[in-house]
């Protein structure tokens, strides 16, 4: 098997060198290249601002970065430091950043997510070209550019942009590594702060693949097994290093001093990275998740788990498109390398990369706890790597009729499985579900004799092959680039496809195993009426449909299950599907506003209740707090003030304790109390957080201790109520 050789770098200055690119490289391949990421900068920024805030949980944390260095070190949820968000910040920094150097706007925070997929694009081309040539690393980035649910995630402020990038480094340094031992040290060293700094954008998911890496490298490296094994605790040096820092800061750091650990319960980021982050997402038991961490069960509400988790209808347009040609190339890959000496860096490639795939697709599809549909993203560059890979090996043993066959077979395979997800969605382009299954038929059926055909016709029918299994996640992700994604659970694609927040106030819903959510029997919604029985939710008072924490709001009737304020997102459809819960507007109740809005989105906050926010503005080290951090984000971000989320994400965090709130207002710190829609539908926004079906809580009847129960509770009873801009506020600094 002939692969492409490592080059030397081009002669002449670095515009030389830019442009032209490795002295021995066909004319083609640099302009090719640049033009990969200059296409993929232009779809992904187009159309960018429509997002708005994106997620406003992290927009908030973002401003306050933008605002205080403290803030911004700890991934604080505002200015003044009183929560951090559920997460490590390193994913919030580079926003912060751009926040402080070019003011607070959607660009500003956007901007840089795109970046990082136009990146992660480079590093994957680079990584695939070394080994097995320009076109194999252009077919990689390619595929990984148009991956719906990375053209999602790369234009949204979750933690995942970062983390796929760092990833993506993380392997090509251990490819590097692989190929000489003269230097794989530095790489192996490289690689571990990669991972480190994974660590502190999403905790525990980052080492998803650290086995499968430390093994190959361990096994197929050059040199003495005892060199091997030093390297590699080096690199383990290096990723406690470069995570440890910031999480020894953290612990140490006096509690008082410093904003309370988001999502823990004991305010520690260990617990916080071992619990809730960490092993709870695997078995179920979260703490302050859905249903009080009630453990596993059939994904524990977030769907059914098993084998077939990422071809199923929620997640299989996301990702899967090119999933099976994957794992077909993964073999084939791995049979044609398996003669190849111990030390053999295309069939390493194959096995680092395949194994990162395999081990983090056994993961998603098996975990209990909770689970997004854009978590998948993390599996987009191991796929396009194989993709690429796989096809440029397969073509150059394509004289061989087991060659020309696996091609046939996986183009073949790609075909029918797209069009099978389009058929999802039947209303939506029919015609290509038809154009990608004859045209995928006809290429197959020509790379049969592939290798015994002209190498130019090859070619052709090779690319009418690609551009077929091509050709559903393009339109895909045309589909999401055209329209704004807001709020805590998104998803790419059309309308149909998969449920997720679209649009303007789009916070976006899960559809939970069962047409429930945990601890529910709820109902079908389509006319806004539910059927459900029972279903009481944490912290609220059970009842027909399922209430939300402390909420009595129910479903406007004949609107189609319409979301918290009256009018269904942008692209979804009249008539939500069987299992949306009553009590999706936002809860009546007391202070704190409970109901699906004060859950999934935050308050739509009009020009009276910002001045009344901004008067005497700098008198106060919050001018307002409020239960859970959507809300709070919301009126964070109408003022770019510091707005207390009383609980943290969803109000079940036990800060602040009822006695440091009144401490707080004694001190004159706080401003307003904020509650809920004077009238229940009030109109929702889009400040919802990553894990928007967290729920210990979020209403007035609030967290598992009480603590924000009593805060409202207290707060009602003390100070006088008015009615702003039709929301319920407290003043106080004014007692009954």
């Not at 296409?39 to 927009?59: E, P, R």
């Not at 319409?562 to 819960?581: I, L, R």
């Amino acid at each position: 098997m002939s692969t492409a050789a490592h080059a030397a770098p081009s002669r002449g200055g670095p515009l030389v060198r830019f442009r032209r690119g490795r002295a021995e490289d066909a004319p083609w391949v640099r302009p090719a290249f640049l033009g990969l990421l200059a296409v993929t900068t232009a779809l992904y920024l187009w159309n960018l601002s429509a997002s708005g805030y994106a997620n406003s949980f992290y927009s908030a944390a973002v401003q306050a970065g933008g605002e205080s260095w403290k803030a911004f070190f700890f991934g604080s949820l505002d200015a003044a430091n009183a929560i951090t968000v559920d997460k490590p910040p390193a994913a919030l920094w580079p926003m912060a950043l751009s926040v402080r150097l070019f003011g607070l706007g959607s660009w500003q925070i956007l901007v840089p997510e795109v970046l990082m997929g136009v990146a992660t694009v480079a590093v994957l081309y680079a990584a695939v070209r070394r080994r097995f040539g320009a076109g194999a690393g252009l077919i990689a980035g390619a595929v990984l550019a148009l991956t719906p649910v990375a053209a999602l995630m790369f234009r949204f402020n979750n933690p995942d942009a970062l983390l796929a990038l760092l990833m993506t480094v993380a392997v090509y340094c251990v490819l590097r590594a692989l190929e000489q031992e003269k230097g794989a040290a530095k790489w192996l060293v490289w690689a571990g702060v990669a991972f480190g700094f994974a660590f502190l954008a999403k905790t525990l998911q980052a080492f998803l693949i650290l086995p499968p890496l430390a093994l190959v490298y361990g096994v197929c490296a050059p040199g003495a097994i005892g060199r091997r094994i030093g390297r590699l605790a080096l690199a383990g040096l290096a990723m406690i290093v470069s995570a440890g820092w910031w999480v020894a800061l953290v612990e140490l750091w006096p509690a008082a001093s410093r904003p309370y650990v988001g999502g823990s319960q004991n305010n520690s980021f260990l617990e916080l990275t071992f619990g809730y982050n960490g092993l709870g997402r695997i078995n179920g038991n979260e703490t302050g998740s859905v249903g009080g961490g009630r453990g596993g069960g059939q994904g524990g509400g977030w769907g059914e788990t098993g084998i077939d988790r990422m071809f199923n209808d929620s997640i299989g347009g996301q990702i899967s498109w090119l999933l099976p040609a994957a794992l077909i190339l993964l073999v084939a890959g791995l049979v044609v390398t398996w003669r190849a000496p111990r030390t053999d860096t295309a069939r390493s490639a194959f096995l680092v990369w395949g194994g990162s795939l395999l081990i983090t697709l056994a993961v998603f599809s098996f975990m209990a706890g909770i689970f997004h549909e854009y978590y998948t993203v993390a599996l987009a560059p191991y796929l396009a790597a194989l993709v690429g890979m796989g096809a440029a090996v397969l073509w150059e043993e394509r004289t061989r009729w087991l060659a020309s066959a696996a091609l046939a077979v996986t183009v073949a395979a790609t075909a029918v499985w797209g069009w099978t997800l389009l058929g999802r969605t039947p209303d939506w382009l029919p015609w290509l579900r038809w154009t990608v299954l004859v045209a995928g038929s006809v290429a197959a059926l020509g790379l049969l004799f592939a290798g015994r055909i002209d190498r130019r016709l090859g070619l052709a029918v090779a690319g009418l092959g690609l551009a077929a299994g091509l050709a559903g996640p393009f339109a895909y992700t045309l589909e999401t680039l055209g329209s704004g994604h807001q709020g805590s659970i998104v998803t790419a694609g059309p309308a149909g496809g998969a449920m997720g927040g679209r649009g303007p106030g789009g916070g976006g819903m899960r559809m939970f195993e069962g047409g429930a959510f945990p601890g529910g029997q709820g109902g079908q919604m389509p006319g806004g009426q539910s059927q459900g029985q029972g279903g009481q939710m944490p912290g609220g008072q059970g009842g027909q449909g399922g209430q939300m924490p402390g909420g009595q709001g129910q479903a406007q009737g004949g609107q189609g299950g319409q979301m918290p304020g009256g009018t269904p997102p942008q692209g979804m459809p009249q008539g939500m599907p069987q299992g949306m819960p009553q009590g999706m507007s936002r809860g009546e109740g007391g202070p704190g506003g409970g109901g699906m809005g004060g859950l999934l989105n935050g308050a739509s906050v009009g020009t009276e209740a910002k001045a009344a926010l901004l008067a005497d503005a700098d008198d106060y080290t919050w001018v307002a707090a409020t239960v859970g951090a959507q809300n709070a984000a919301s009126y964070q971000l109408a003022t770019e003030k510091p707005v207390m989320a009383i609980g943290g994400f969803n109000g079940s965090d036990p800060s602040p304790t009822l006695a440091q709130f009144k401490q707080y207002v004694a001190e004159g710190k706080i401003h307003y109390f904020i509650g809920g829609s004077e009238s229940g539908t009030g109109e929702s926004a889009t400040g919802t957080g990553e894990d928007g079906g967290r729920m210990g809580g979020g209403g007035p009847g609030g967290g598992p201790g009480g603590g924000n129960s009593e805060i409202s509770t207290w707060v009602s009873e003390t100070f006088e109520k008015v009615t702003i801009g039709g929301a319920t506020f407290y003043d106080l600094t004014q007692e009954k």
